[in-house]
């Protein structure tokens, strides 16, 4: 019998996005634009946080808001309604974004920004598709990877999702306020988080009512500023 070539065709696509993820990031960098992936599962909270943070960064830097999602444009609607460049990306059915989309929807927000009578973003930020596994899968291109971890969802995920918080350098544990409903322990869920990720920097929060955003948009603010070489 005849040797058949086989070929991982997941592997290979990966491999492939790695690749031009790395380009994009290279380019990203050299036009000094920072570009933040936010990714989480459904109902977490990432428009609400995304809005948080904007206002808590609101003059230091030019922002600009991806929003993917398989269909509808709420999410963009809602950044839009605050003044700030946003685009709506649908994936056609994919669970994730990979770098190219990626760089097709840089393309389209700066087209929104120009609209609008402002620069091109310096600031990206991208709610990714609401997933725990595929996003975690694929390089956006970002400089850096943030998962919003919701009370509701409980402590354990982290330990149930491991590529998704080993891939990402930030942790927010969001709707701190509705702790008293669950059955959720703040310190668990932040071991688990150390489980997959040792050098996680952990920010507990509430999208609702403010809580925990200050030392978040600090915390993103000197990321951003490190990546862009400006001074804080």
């Given at each position: 019998?005849?040797?058949?070539?086989?070929?991982?065709?997941?592997?290979?696509?990966?491999?492939?996005n790695?690749?031009?993820?790395?380009?994009?990031?290279?380019?990203?960098?050299?036009?000094?634009?920072?570009?933040?992936?936010?990714?989480?599962?459904p109902?977490?909270?990432?428009?609400?946080c995304?809005?948080?943070?904007?206002?808590?960064?609101?003059?230091?830097?030019?922002?600009?808001?991806?929003?993917?999602?398989?269909?509808?444009?709420?999410?963009?609607e809602?950044?839009?309604?605050?003044?700030?460049?946003?685009?709506q990306?649908h994936?056609?059915?994919?669970?994730?974004?990979?770098?190219?989309?990626?760089?097709?929807?840089?393309?389209?927000?700066?087209?929104?920004?120009?609209?609008?009578?402002?620069?091109?973003?310096?600031?990206?930020?991208?709610?990714?598709?609401?997933?725990?596994?595929?996003?975690?899968?694929?390089?956006?291109g970002?400089?850096?990877?943030?998962?919003?971890?919701?009370?509701?969802?409980?402590?354990?995920?982290?330990?149930?999702?491991?590529?998704?918080?080993?891939?990402?350098?930030?942790?927010?544990?969001?709707?701190?306020?509705?702790?008293?409903?669950?059955?959720?322990?703040?310190?668990?869920?932040?071991?688990?988080?150390?489980?997959?990720?040792?050098?996680?920097?952990?920010?507990?929060?509430?999208?609702?009512?403010?809580?925990?955003?200050?030392?978040?948009?600090?915390w993103?603010?000197?990321?951003?500023?490190?990546?862009?070489g400006?001074?804080?």
């Amino acid at each position: 019998m005849k040797d058949v070539k086989i070929i991982e065709l997941k592997e290979s696509i990966i491999e492939d996005n790695d690749k031009d993820a790395a380009q994009l990031r290279k380019d990203m960098k050299e036009e000094k634009r920072f570009y933040l992936n936010i990714m989480s599962s459904p109902g977490s909270g990432k428009t609400s946080c995304i809005l948080r943070t904007l206002e808590g960064l609101k003059g230091r830097f030019e922002m600009g808001v991806m929003e993917a999602d398989i269909d509808a444009s709420v999410d963009a609607e809602t950044v839009a309604a605050t003044g700030i460049p946003a685009v709506q990306l649908h994936t056609g059915g994919m669970c994730h974004l990979d770098a190219d989309m990626s760089r097709q929807g840089i393309r389209a927000l700066d087209e929104a920004a120009a609209g609008l009578g402002r620069p091109a973003p310096e600031f990206v930020i991208l709610e990714n598709v609401g997933n725990l596994v595929c996003p975690a899968e694929f390089d956006t291109g970002a400089a850096l990877n943030t998962v919003i971890l919701s009370v509701p969802e409980g402590d354990d995920k982290p330990l149930k999702y491991p590529l998704m918080f080993e891939q990402c350098s930030a942790v927010l544990i969001n709707k701190m306020d509705s702790m008293p409903a669950f059955d959720f322990d703040l310190e668990k869920a932040k071991a688990a988080v150390r489980v997959r990720r040792p050098d996680a920097v952990i920010f507990p929060v509430s999208a609702r009512t403010g809580e925990g955003f200050g030392a978040w948009c600090e915390w993103l603010a000197s990321q951003a500023a490190a990546w862009l070489g400006k001074e804080q």
